[in-house]
């Protein structure tokens, strides 16, 4: 009864608690001695309070008990992303810095959460300052990859993608900069969406104008997601870049036949990227999937000359704008690639801001015609799969030197430099057995219609459901 409780839908759970077919306390037992079984072996959850989160579901169920109107998600546990304030917990950001810093209030996207009736059970793991696709930090260790214990689960959303594959929570929240909802959803076979700047609002956020950085859904399948779609979305004053239209647009019905839709791919943008034999040989099969089902499919690619510029620029600018009064106080406690990116801001100049602007409205009237042509575009999730635990990084594709840690991530940090949404979607195993994964990017604002191109390939492939041996 447990693991079926662990590994129901949220949309599932959410109605078997309000038509009291579960209780919150049944769902959040069994949630919570999965974490005690599998968390150990993964080490994806952090910070846990399991008397909090027990008192919460009683409650939980005697608001039910008086008749009272409750939220979409009331009594579903859920674990925030340890770089999100939750009032209550700690936010470390994984750094020895900030080990310490107890929340006293929540961020934006928890406010939403809890106000929908979920519950807040711990935090997930991150690297340090969500710099870079490899969970690790000097707080709480390594997360590990549970189809392969001894290799990456991505990053830096890495402690929310395993904690959902592997049933400890039925959703999480994800934020994603360079590819960080993309990366460990596709790492650990679940689904992940890079979201349009303010389709999901932010707050707080020291550079609240920026397109960059933006929060999203981390699910089991597309459909999870546009259940937690339909809470986050939505307008708020406190963003300025936020969206207009309410998140009930994400409760429309999804249909899997995409028969006629014009899609383009590319393995390697153009030829800008090395990628990894394995990920082309997966990646070729999965464009089929798209001829099966009726579309029509063309190798073509958007011009993304300029994208790496625009992305290393506005990611340097801010993060130094960020974190520069931690920085300055904390540098000799922190990884050398999170000082190095920001020393990289800190020499940036004005001429270097005004050059990246530019060509970043260039590159979007580029994506804007495009999409005028094409429905979506696919691509890799990653250039390789998921790699060995103990490095930082990858340090070389085919041949290919890296020099930094986000050198191999430009197959996801490309996309974030137009602004598009894009959403990772499993598209099965290496011959290894490493999950990989599939991104589907839509035109300006397109979110739905990057979920509904990703439930049609879900409904088709089902490579979704097949869940780690450990954590069953």
Not at 83 to 102: E, I, P, Q
Request: hydrophobic share 40%; proline share 6%; aromatic share 10%.
């Amino acid at each position: 009864m447990e693991q079926e409780i662990c590994f129901a839908t949220a949309r599932d759970l959410a109605h078997a608690i309000q038509d009291r077919k579960l209780s919150a306390r049944e769902v959040m037992e069994a949630h919570l001695s999965q974490v005690k079984r599998v968390n150990p072996q993964v080490n994806a959850i952090v910070s846990l309070d399991e008397e909090k989160a027990m008192q919460a579901a009683i409650q939980a169920d005697e608001r039910l008990m008086r008749g009272e109107s409750v939220g979409a998600f009331h009594g579903l546990p859920i674990a925030i992303k340890d770089t999100h304030n939750a009032a209550g917990f700690l936010t470390t950001c994984g750094s020895k810095a900030l080990r310490d810093n107890m929340a006293t209030k929540d961020d934006l996207i928890v406010e939403r959460l809890r106000g929908a009736g979920a519950i807040v059970i711990g935090k997930t793991n991150v690297p340090e300052f969500a710099a870079g696709s490899h969970t690790f930090n000097e707080v709480f260790g390594v997360t590990r990859n549970p189809y392969h214990p001894l290799r990456t689960a991505g990053g830096s959303s890495g402690g929310a993608a395993v904690a959902v594959t592997c049933g400890m929570i039925p959703f999480a929240d994800g934020s994603d900069m360079g590819g960080s909802c993309r990366y460990p959803a596709a790492f650990n076979n679940v689904v992940g969406l890079r979201t349009s700047p303010g389709r999901v609002p932010t707050y707080p956020k020291a550079a609240l104008y920026s397109p960059l950085s933006v929060q999203g859904p981390i699910t089991r399948n597309v459909s999870d997601a546009l259940f937690m779609m339909s809470v986050l979305a939505g307008p708020d004053a406190r963003s300025p870049l936020s969206i207009e239209e309410p998140g009930k647009k994400f409760l429309e019905p999804l249909e899997a036949d995409i028969k006629g839709l014009r899609v383009a791919y590319s393995v390697d943008l153009g030829g800008l990227i090395p990628v990894d034999a394995a990920v082309r040989k997966n990646f070729a099969e999965q464009i089929q999937i798209f001829n099966d089902l009726g579309c029509k499919v063309e190798e073509v690619c958007p011009d993304f000359s300029d994208a790496d510029a625009i992305f290393q620029i506005w990611r340097a600018w801010e993060m130094e704008m960020t974190y520069s009064e931690l920085f300055d106080q904390y540098q000799n406690l922190m990884k050398p690639s999170f000082v190095w990116n920001v020393q990289k801001g800190r020499v940036l100049n004005g001429v270097d801001i005004g050059r990246a602007e530019r060509l970043r409205s260039q590159l979007y009237h580029r994506l804007r015609e495009f999409f005028s042509q094409y429905d979506a575009f696919i691509l890799p999730v990653s250039q390789v799969p998921p790699f060995d635990a103990n490095f930082e990084y990858p340090t070389e594709i085919n041949g290919n030197s890296l020099t930094t840690y986000i050198d191999w991530m430009r197959s996801c940090y490309y996309i974030s430099a137009t602004g598009n949404p894009a959403l990772s979607v499993p598209s099965g195993f290496t011959e290894d057995g490493l999950p990989l994964g599939l991104q589907i990017v839509g035109p300006h604002r397109g979110d739905f219609e990057v979920l509904r191109i990703g439930y049609a390939f879900e409904q088709a492939t089902g490579y979704g459901k097949q869940r780690p041996k450990l954590a069953l």
